[in-house]
């Protein structure tokens, strides 16, 4: 099979490598295309602590395609069933997965982009925060996962306050429900939010960004007795935090990040479900499409953030 390769910083090539066989309690899946995740892209950049070449299909971990091939003691799915699997080279052909890993997905998304544990991570971020109709919500960053949340508050009855960098984030935060929008290079954008909420600020904040500045500006609008949900991805050093601020207030602090196999499960299979009752739509937010030969481009896509992108998909 055909698998990308990352043999160094920001260099990739495809290789032939043997297709996998799946073992005992294992599923083999025929990928139709996988995600790109912000937390790829330092392993695309480089750290001193990851070593080249990395494994045949590594980082990805938002595949989705079809079983193809089963193990010995795997009850279901059987070949054929339309799946989104938990695994961690997907940037190829084929990978294997637990058959536990993986969420058969409803016949309504026959078709349709489906990388699972993006769109998990977004409802098991969503499941931290509690939603409630008449909360004021702010999220700081509106990338794919962030639009998410936006639309995932909005629903639930939230007034919904998005705050990004980027002019086409806030464009795409409107459509998706957020009642206000505010850029990171406002002014003032504490102030405009004690004007909007009579002094009070917010019942929920979600810092979705990965950097110092956006948790700073994110603490600061969290109310008395609000919740800080951490969503952003973390991997470039220590973060500081203004704990004078977090007592004085006596706010919650969330990391929402999951690491148990069978959270990131149910929070694929209840996005599938979403989406299929209507409930929940991500199709505008796949924005940029490549072929696993120009997995590359689609790590600078993700990195530089062209006019227009939010959610790179690699197609095998």
């Known amino acids: ?33 996988c995600g790109v995740c912000g937390s790829d892209l330092p392993v695309w950049e480089g750290r001193p602590w990851f070593e080249y070449p990395r494994a045949p299909g590594a980082p990805g971990h938002e595949g989705w395609g079809r079983v193809v091939d089963v193990g010995a003691d795997v009850r279901g799915p059987a070949p054929g069933a339309r799946v989104a699997a938990i695994c961690f080279a997907s940037d190829a052909e084929f990978d294997v997965a637990a058959a536990d890993a993986v969420v058969t997905l409803p016949a309504e998304l026959d078709g349709q ?7 998990g991570c977004a409802m098991n971020v969503a499941r931290r925060c509690e939603f409630e109709a008449g909360q004021t919500v702010a999220i700081v ?31 795409v935060a409107r459509e998706m429900g957020a009642e206000h929008t505010f850029s990171t290079d406002d002014e003032d954008v504490v102030g405009a939010v004690e ?11 979600l810092e979705v960004t990965g950097h110092q500045g956006p948790l700073d500006l994110a603490a600061r609008l969290v109310r008395v007795r609000g ?38 499960v149910r929070g694929v299979r ?7 009752a209507g409930l929940l739509d991500p199709q505008p937010l796949y924005t940029h499409e490549f072929g696993l030969a120009r997995i590359g481009d689609a790590f600078a896509a993700a990195i530089e953030r062209p006019e227009g992108f939010l959610k790179a998909l690699v197609r095998p």
Do not use: K
């Open 270 to 276: 209840e996005a599938a479900d979403a989406i299929a």
């Open 195 to 205: 004007e909007l909420t009579g002094g009070m600020l917010c019942d929920r904040v």
């Open 113 to 119: 982009p489906f990388p699972g544990e993006a769109l």
């Open 141 to 171: 960053g509106v990338g794919f996962l962030g639009a998410l949340l936006v639309q995932i508050a909005a629903r639930a009855g939230a007034r919904v306050i998005a705050i990004a960098r980027r002019p086409y984030a806030l464009r």
């Open 1 to 33: 099979m055909r698998a990308a390769v990352i043999t160094g910083p920001g260099a990739a090539e495809i290789s032939e490598v043997p297709t996998p066989e799946p073992g005992p309690g294992e599923v083999l899946v025929a990928i139709e295309g």
């Open 227 to 264: 919740r800080l949900v951490i969503a952003g991805y973390h991997q470039d050093g220590p973060r500081t935090v203004d704990m004078g601020l977090w007592n004085w207030r006596g706010i919650d602090v969330v990391n929402a990040h999951e690491r148990e196999q069978v959270t990131y």
